[in-house]
Structures are given as C-alpha cells and as structure tokens.
C-alpha cells in the first residue's frame, strides 16, 4: 500500500461524512469507455463527433442517427460494478458516505448498491415518451429499433442531459447541499472538464480534498491527498 492510500485509509477511519464526486473515469475500469476520449473509431463509423450526436438539436433533428449511435455506444448492459462502485456502496452501508454524485449515466454505482446517487447527467436506465410521458426501461430501448415510439405515437427520449439541455435543478440542489455539508470531498476519475458539473466543487467547504485521477485535474493544487492511480485499484485497497 503506498503513502497515498494510507492517508486515505486513515481519513476513512476518522471520517464519517464523506461525499464521492465522480466521472467516467469510475466506469472505464468497468469497461465503459469515455466517448470523449475515443478517437478514429467514431469518425470512421459516424459522420459526427459524438458532441454533436448527443445534442438537443441533433436528437430532435435526425434522431434515427441519434439512436445508431446511442444504442451502439451508451446502452452497455455488459459492464458490471467495479471495486470502486462497490466501496462506494459499502461505504455508504458503513453510514460514512452520505452521497454520490456522478456524471455517469450507466446505473453501475446502484448495481453495486449505492442508495444515495445524485445522477447529474441522467440515466440510460429511464426513458420517457416526449408525448405521454410514459415510462420505458433499459431493456426496452435495448431491444427497440429505429426510432423507439411509445404505444401513444410519441418518441421515446432517454433522460439523459444532452448537449444543450439544462441540468435537473432538484438534482443540482441536493448536490449542492451534500458537498457543502460534507467532511472530506473525494474528486474521482474525473478530469473535471465538463461544466456546470465540475463547478459544483466550489460549494466545498469541508475538512479535507481527495482527487483521484490518473491524469491531471484542475483542482490538484487544492487538494491535500492527491492519488494519480487507477480508482478501481485506489478503493479496492480500502478497507471500511
Ligand atoms: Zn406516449
């Protein structure tokens, strides 16, 4: 166990009010790769950058290509929860993490059990007609083609925060409280690249920083435990 992980585990034995932020960074170790780092793959197979795909107007405006994509790329029912995912969760069990917040839309932190997620940018696992309102699952959109409709004539849309659309302000609001009440912020596999997600940092005012990512961050100059690790490898050394 390196230093770094050490000053972690002692945090964890003497904190009891932690919260998690995270990004695709948690996920890849669970095989979910993060669009925004992928490269020649897409522009061979798709004449848009992903950014474009999952934008408001490109999915009201082609969304045949929209869902190419989107069933191709964002709808893993493969991957499982990682040993990050699962100390998360036992963590929380353990009554010391208080919430999750991620920019992850893959369900994977409640499949290893975690309650108290904070799901910032939506979820693959809802999915909702533009017209009704109606309710869809996961393995409904797995198993549509083309264009999903509902029983009602409306397009399903998945509740998940394109490009252009604003995010839940609920959701917001708990994240907001959650960081500004807690103990010891845990930044992980996050490049804290995406806006306003990264910017609900500010809102910390607790004890202690932790970021965990395995390139650099823009806020590792505040943090006071910097681990530049795999976060998988990271929580699976911790004990609760
Ligand atoms: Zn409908």
């Known amino acids: 166990m390196s230093g770094e992980i050490e000053k972690l585990q002692e945090l964890v034995d003497q904190y009891d009010n932690f919260v998690f932020f995270g990004g695709a960074g948690v996920s890849t170790e669970s095989g979910i790769p993060d669009f925004r780092s992928q490269d020649g793959l897409y522009?061979?197979?798709?004449?848009?950058?992903?950014?474009?795909?999952?934008?408001?107007?490109?999915?009201?405006?082609?969304?045949?290509?929209?869902?190419?994509?989107?069933?191709?790329?964002?709808?893993?029912?493969?991957?499982?929860?990682?040993?990050?995912?699962?100390?998360?969760?036992?963590?929380?069990?353990?009554?010391?993490?208080?919430?999750?917040?991620?920019?992850n839309i893959d369900n994977l932190h409640q499949m290893a059990g975690s309650k108290k997620v904070l799901e910032l940018h939506g979820s693959v696992y809802r999915n909702y007609c533009m017209k009704c309102g109606r309710f869809y699952d996961f393995a409904h959109m797995k198993a549509s083609t083309g264009v999903p409709r509902c029983e009602c004539g409306g397009i399903i849309k998945p509740d998940v925060v394109l490009y252009e659309e604003g995010l839940d302000n609920q959701t917001i609001n708990e994240a907001v409280k959650a960081i500004s009440e807690a103990q010891v912020l845990i930044i992980g596999g996050t490049s804290l690249a995406v806006y306003p997600a990264a910017g609900l940092i500010d809102y910390f005012r607790g004890e202690h920083l932790v970021v965990i990512n395995k390139s650099p961050t823009p806020r590792d100059r505040y943090a006071d435990l910097l681990i530049q690790e795999p976060i998988g490898q990271v929580f699976a050394q911790i004990q609760c």
């Open 43 to 103: 522009h061979q197979k798709y004449d848009y950058p992903p950014e474009t795909i999952l934008s408001h107007t490109f999915f009201m405006k082609r969304p045949e290509e929209f869902y190419k994509f989107y069933r191709d790329k964002m709808l893993c029912d493969t991957a499982k929860p990682n040993a990050a995912h699962q100390k998360l969760a036992e963590l929380e069990q353990a009554g010391k993490l208080k919430a999750v917040i991620t920019q």
